[in-house]
């Protein structure tokens, strides 16, 4: 599908305002709508009251982001009162579900996109600029925006996300996504390649690859993920490369060997795990028991000495009991993770886990459930913090701190914050950084000069 100019270049810029709720791959998804809107003579603000076009990039993974949606939605409509031309666009995930439903129970909203119609925009704002509610929610088996360079709004950033693939096949029981994100597909590598080297060249030093599950990476010459982690990383030394997210069922050796072979890969692998117990794991289709997983474990310990790991774990699955629940937190304790996103299940309609198991963990307990998980989790983190207390990483400075200016913030390999006195250097920068202290979310230390 081509993109429609929908206003002549002579015509005053107007003003988009975008919001971005949810994934990574909603945030970059929302650079890609920012292409193509300055593309048909948008400016993008900051400030919401000036917009004369407002979007919502919305996430459906829980039911809290949905409502957060919503009363976001109601707030909007003092802005629509007090300009009665601002078009109100909701995209993403919840577009992609509620579909027309979303019109007819939020009257404020105009336009209805899902994740794979964004280059439809400028045709659906001239319907809405008639009066007339647009919407396309069509998701595509081919769609990449492989040839979109994604606007970005930190123009002089330092870390930067690259969408490497779209949408996931792995129908855990549980999710959402492979309802509103579709099928998988996989972007060119030369096109990813030339986005990080224009990213690298414009000054940046870290990317991230995204996808749902990038270790299903496969270009149309056969190449999988690993090689197009080499390819990323030999752009640059000075260029640092991470990914997420990785499945535990394919993380393979080669990758891992990979990562060992180049040390600009960030040694941090999220590898989330969802539950501790097999009988829970085989209820969500994770399509892995814990005994593998175990194993992915000890082969990155291996190859990859001093990797950290983080997960992503929920609480309260259908029929979790106490001896499930219990099997999770010994094996959060087993891999020591170093940080972890700790949810409570949240029904979704339309996945299996909706047709065909009860929800029928109560409320408290699944409360009681996550305290527990985060509780443990706050313990591993500072654990992991402590035993980094006299240890030099190599930090890439990404900003001033935010409590003082003369204090600079950045990551290690390993994806945790370290802040440090400021002396010569600058955001870009890289400086060996030795820890002298630390709480649970970050390090302290002193540049070693
Ligand atoms: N309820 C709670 N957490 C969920 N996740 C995905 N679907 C649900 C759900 N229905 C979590 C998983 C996933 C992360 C992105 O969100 O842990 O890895
Ligand atoms: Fe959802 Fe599972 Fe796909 Fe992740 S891998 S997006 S949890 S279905």
């Not at 998804?29 to 900051?46: A, K, P, R």
């Not at 003092?78 to 992609?96: D, F, H, N, S, W």
């Not at 313990?379 to 400075?397: H, I």
Request: proline residues 3%.
């Amino acid at each position: 599908m081509t993109t429609h100019k929908i206003l002549p270049e002579l015509e005053p810029k107007r003003k988009l305002y975008i919001e971005t709720y949810g994934c990574q791959m909603n945030f970059s998804d929302s650079q890609i709508v920012g292409s193509i809107m300055t593309d048909n003579n948008f400016e993008i603000t900051d400030i919401i009251a000036e917009a004369d076009l407002i979007f919502v990039n919305t996430c459906s993974i829980r039911d809290n982001a949905e409502k957060r949606v919503r009363a976001r939605l109601q707030e909007f409509k003092r802005y629509k009162k007090m300009k009665p031309g601002l078009i109100i666009g909701v995209l993403g995930c919840m577009a992609e579900r509620l579909k027309s439903q979303l019109l007819e129970e939020e009257k404020m909203v105009d336009v209805i996109v899902g994740p794979d119609a964004y280059r439809d925009l400028p045709r659906l704002l001239s319907i809405a600029e008639t009066g007339q509610k647009a919407i396309n929610v069509i998701l595509s088996a081919d769609e990449t925006y492989a040839d979109i360079n994604p606007v970005r709004l930190d123009s002089k950033g330092i870390s930067a996300f690259i969408s490497i693939m779209r949408g996931c096949e792995n129908f855990c029981t549980y999710c959402v996504v492979p309802f509103t994100r579709g099928k998988e597909r996989s972007r060119n590598p030369e096109t990813i390649l030339t986005e990080a080297k224009e990213l690298f060249n414009s000054g940046y030093r870290e990317v991230t690859l995204l996808g749902q599950n990038v270790n299903s990476y496969q270009s149309e010459n056969g190449n999988g993920f690993a090689q197009l982690m080499a390819s990323v990383a030999e752009i640059d030394p000075r260029l640092r490369v991470r990914f997420a997210t990785s499945h535990p069922k394919d993380l393979s050796d080669e990758l891992l060997n990979t990562m060992s072979a180049y040390p600009n890969i960030c040694r941090s692998i999220h590898l989330p795990v969802q539950s501790g117990s097999d009988k829970i794991l085989k209820l969500m289709n994770r399509k892995y028991d814990r005994q593998w997983y175990q194993g992915r474990i000890e082969a990155i310990r291996t190859i990859l000495p001093g990797c950290a790991l983080s997960t992503d774990i929920i609480a309260g699955f259908c029929s979790e009991t106490e001896e499930d629940h219990k099997q999770t937190l010994e094996l959060m304790e087993w891999v020591g993770y170093d940080y972890a996103f700790m949810f409570k299940y949240s029904e979704r309609a339309g996945t299996t886990a909706e047709k065909k198991y009860r929800d029928d963990v109560d409320e408290l307990v699944k409360s009681r459930r996550l305290k527990e998980i985060i509780d443990l989790q706050q313990e591993l983190s500072y654990r992991s913090n402590l035993a980094d207390v006299g240890k030099t990483f190599e930090v890439l400075v990404e900003r001033f701190s935010k409590k003082s200016q003369k204090e600079l913030s950045g990551r290690n390999s390993q994806n945790k914050m370290v802040v440090f006195p400021r002396h010569n250097f600058n955001p870009g920068d890289y400086v060996n950084v030795r820890i002298s202290s630390c709480t649970t979310a970050t390090l302290k230390g002193e540049a070693v000069i």
